[in-house]
Structures are given as C-alpha cells and as structure tokens.
C-alpha cells in the first residue's frame, strides 16, 4: 500500500538555525499538507499547497515558514531561522482529487527539537 | 472559527468494555467528518469518515461514529475494546480549501 513518507524521523538543531524537512507524497496524489503538534497540543494546520503554489496558510506559517515541491516527489517546508517555539512533531499529508472529501494520508512525522 | 472539541483527554478501559469518545464541531457549512487514530510510534491512521448519507458510519477494526447533526456531534463507539486499540484518537472536520481541523485529541489505554 502506497504511503507517505518524511525525513528525517528526528531533527536537533540550533536556534536560529535553517532546517528542511522533507516529506515525498503517495505518487498521484495533487493536493500537499503540513501540520504540525507541539506536546500536549492539537494538531494544527500549517499550510496547505496545490498546483505549485500555496492555496491556504495558516497564522503559524509566518515569513520564517516556506514549502516547495522542487522535483516530482518531494514536498519540503523550510524553517529559515528556528526558535524555540518551532520544537513539535511535523506531518506532512497528501491527499488525491476526488468527487467527494479527500482523505488526508499521513507521514510518520519529524520530530523537529530547538535547543 | 471552526473548531473540534473532545471532551476526554484520557479515557483508561478494561478489554472488553464499551467505549464512546466524545467530538463536538462548529462549523455552519456541509460538514465532513473524520476520526483518526495514532497509535504509539505511528503515524496518523484514517479510522473512519463521514461525508453524507447514513449517520451512522462504520470504521476499520470494528469502530463505528454516528453523525448527529442537530447536537454537533460526531461520537466514536467500540462496543469491546481491546489492548492493541490502546492510541491517540483525534475527531477533525474538513474546513475551507481542504484543511483538517482536529480536536485535542484522547489518548486512550486499555488495560488487558
């Protein structure tokens, strides 16, 4: 069964460093999401992005935020300069066009820590 | 704003014991409706969904939700759990351009 997959499982990193977390969708899947969960918090939407551009961002996904998709498979969101805050699990999802409402699929998720 | 509430933040079962968690949404347009399960180590698993049609939906592993419309609600039931369906249980709703919108989310244990 096709799935969605991200790396890396776990990232350190520095404040203020730049990080990328990397997802790769289900194959023919058009439609691509990031969310992420800081402990003990809902998950919260960060952005969603379709036909090569952002269609909807939420008020988390500031000017430190971007996502691309810079070949066929992959998905990534780049935090330019990390802080403390930005600690959280992160989860990519894709989801494929349909008649009805499009079922998300879920990556395993990066466990991104801001030391 | 739209929003998702689960009422339990942990729900502690015996096998065999009937479970109902809770989900409570806002949110004035057609609603589409979702549980999730995360089991421990695991990624965000889709249990079941609601889009139209019959209230009462059945899920994977034996898990059933049933739409009630005029109380906003979106209950999971199990009628005898077991202690692999030990998780983290999210109810989310589709909002504008596709996004989720997920509740707190319950962790359940169940005890063998």
């Known amino acids: ?115 | 704003a739209q929003s998702v509430s689960q009422h339990n933040h942990h729900v502690i079962l015996s096998e065999a014991a009937s479970l109902e968690l809770g989900c409570n949404y806002s949110y004035g347009g057609t609603v589409n409706l979702f549980w999730y399960v995360q089991y421990p180590g695991q990624h965000l698993q889709l249990l079941l969904k609601y889009f139209s049609g019959d209230p009462l939906v059945k899920g994977i592993k034996g898990f059933e939700a049933e739409f009630i419309k005029s109380k906003f609600s979106f209950n999971l039931r199990k009628p005898s759990v077991q202690w692999s369906d030990t998780a983290e249980y999210f109810c989310a709703v589709r909002g504008q351009g596709g996004k989720l919108i997920f509740g707190q989310g319950t962790e359940l244990s169940v005890k063998p």
């Open chain 1, 1 to 115: 069964e096709p799935e969605v997959t991200q790396t890396p499982s776990h990232q350190v990193t520095q404040m203020g460093q730049e990080v990328i977390l990397r997802c790769v969708p289900i194959s023919n899947h058009l439609y691509f999401y990031w969310y992420r969960q800081i402990l003990g918090q809902k998950v919260e939407f960060l952005v969603s992005f379709y036909n090569n551009e952002i269609s909807e961002k939420s008020e988390i996904f500031d000017d430190q935020f971007s996502v691309e998709r810079p070949d066929g498979s992959n998905f990534t969101l780049k935090i330019r300069s990390t802080k403390l805050e930005d600690s959280a699990m992160y989860f990519c999802a894709s989801s494929a066009p349909g008649t009805g409402p499009y079922e998300q699929y879920f990556g395993p998720g990066t466990r991104l820590t801001v030391t």
